[in-house]
């Protein structure tokens, strides 16, 4: 990656966090993880100004209180926040629900792998590839 | 299939059985006639004589044409991708890219990224091994964001960073050299 990079990654599964986060680290050791665990706690974090904003959002789908969809309509509202792509990473393997989440604005859809080796080569691919 | 050779053979060994073709293209091939049992066991050992596999179901025939255009834009292609591999794949498949990630998964055992990053570090390889890029060079040439991210993915997947991997290769080079 040309600079530090910030990710924000929306998943109420503390495991899937850690996964995920080990992952990024091992793709690029100077990436920021940020973990909230759901769609609430993103807003509130992305809202605040005071925070940088990730060049990148992995957004669960199911999650209590606020869905990922939810989260993600919210996001596209939001002029700055609009830009940041957002990788939807969830358990489904749902082509119907691909389709939906990326008309909704979501930059691609990831369905979780189950081995680490393969969150890293997902990852490595994701944070490699310009999606603005 | 992705070479003219290949789709030349397979012209060829339809010609030898007397079939006639309306196409022959990656991955997928025409008949005019209908096909018997033993037209198809011929075409199946024709073509794997010469290194070719017979692929008759969808699904498999589909997982060829992923693995193809990879392959292409790795290895043959000078230019990088204008868009994402995900985009590229779809469009040129006409399928949304979970349903193509589902399938290869199913079919190949291994995942789309996974196959992807391995023909990239693959590429890095042959193109250290030629010693006319710079890694830098190499970095931009096959899309990396830097030289930091190539590195990191050469050494997961091959073990060795890109600079001990060439210069492995430049010993090799010099022990020859020295018969």
Redo the contacts between chains.
């Keep these: 990656?040309?600079k530090n990079i910030t990710v924000l990654l929306v998943d109420d599964d503390a495991d899937d966090r850690k996964l995920f986060f080990e992952a990024a680290m091992?793709?690029?050791a100077t990436i920021t993880c940020v973990g909230v665990a759901n769609g609430r706690d993103a807003l509130l974090y992305l809202k605040n100004e005071a925070n940088p904003l990730p060049e990148f959002i992995f957004l669960d789908l199911r999650m209590p209180g606020l869905t990922g969809q939810e989260c993600l309509q919210e996001i596209k509202k939001d002029s700055r926040l609009f830009p940041v792509p957002v990788i939807i990473y969830t358990t489904s393997?749902?082509?119907g629900e691909?389709?939906r989440l990326k008309s909704l604005g979501a930059a691609?859809?990831m369905?979780k792998?189950t081995s680490p080796?393969?969150v890293?080569?997902?990852v490595?691919?994701v944070?490699?590839?310009?999606?603005n | 299939m992705v070479s003219v050779r290949c789709k030349m053979v397979v012209k060829e060994e339809l010609a030898k059985i007397g079939l006639h073709y309306t196409m022959v293209e990656l991955g997928e091939a025409e008949i005019l006639e209908t096909i018997s049992t033993v037209q198809h066991d011929q075409i199946k050992s024709a073509l794997l004589k010469s290194g070719l596999e017979l692929l008759d179901d969808k699904k498999s025939v589909l997982v060829q044409k992923i693995k193809s255009l990879i392959v292409e834009v790795v290895h043959h292609s000078e230019e990088p991708l204008a868009r994402k591999l995900s985009e590229h794949l779809s469009q040129k498949l006409n399928h949304d890219y979970t349903y193509l990630a589902n399938l290869f998964s199913e079919v190949q055992g291994i995942t789309i990224e996974k196959f992807f990053i391995s023909h990239k570090i693959e590429r890095v390889k042959e193109l250290l091994v030629y010693n006319e890029l710079t890694l830098t060079e190499i970095a931009y040439k096959l899309h990396y964001s830097s030289v930091a991210h190539l590195s990191t993915q050469f050494k997961k997947v091959t073990g060795l960073t890109p600079s001990y991997f060439k210069e492995l290769g430049n010993k090799k080079r010099s022990m020859l050299e020295d018969l």
């Design positions: 990656m040309n091992e793709v690029d393997r749902e082509v691909s389709i691609h859809f369905s792998p080796d393969d890293y080569y997902m490595s691919y944070l490699g590839e310009k999606w």
